[in-house]
């Protein structure tokens, strides 16, 4: 469906295209939605940063969510978390172990200024799919309470019943693909390789395309 994440991102800038020019803040879930957000971001005109969540594994199955929490300490818990051995002393050392990892990603991703500031502007949050939603509701709920003026919500593709979850917590959804055979973000894409962290931190000193570096 897709060949890479950049190709992902130049699809959702077509349809993203009427925010170009308003300087929009494409916060992008790390790691492997930051080089889609650079992407983005580079097309829209607009500012690249990250919003920092962490997924809450299901025990023994830490790929699965049953939650999310972000770097305030909100967390978002599925219905189903108990059903899977998530009870509530699994999800406070979960919920401790991400916390402690956030914090590590902040100092490593952005040691020497803090986040841009949303409040006011029109703000999409991207990730390269939506499996459960869980990060994708931490991270518009992180937003959301530092006063966008607009917020959006962009993926390439979903899980149909993971979009309509996600849904209440953005102003506008774009998602160009809900198959009806989703079992996993990475299905959908040709190449999904694992960003690391030092994609991550070189995609965002990156200027912008068409800016000079700052001194």
Partial sequence: MFANRIDAARRLAKVLAPFAGNNPLVL??????????????DALG????VVLVRKLGAPGAGEFAVGAIDEAGWSYVADYAAEVGADEAYLAREKSAQMELLRKRRSLYTPARHPIDPAGRVVIVVDDGLATGATMIAALH????RNPASLLCAVPVAARDSLAKVAPYADKMICLET?????AVGQFYRDFHQVEDNEVIATLQRPARGKAPSP
């Fill in 142 to 145: 992180s937003v959301r309470a």
């Fill in 179 to 183: 198959p009806g055979d989703f079992h």
């Fill in 46 to 49: 607009g500012e690249l940063d």
């Fill in 28 to 41: 992008a879930i790390p790691r492997g939605a930051v080089p889609m957000g650079r992407a983005l971001a």
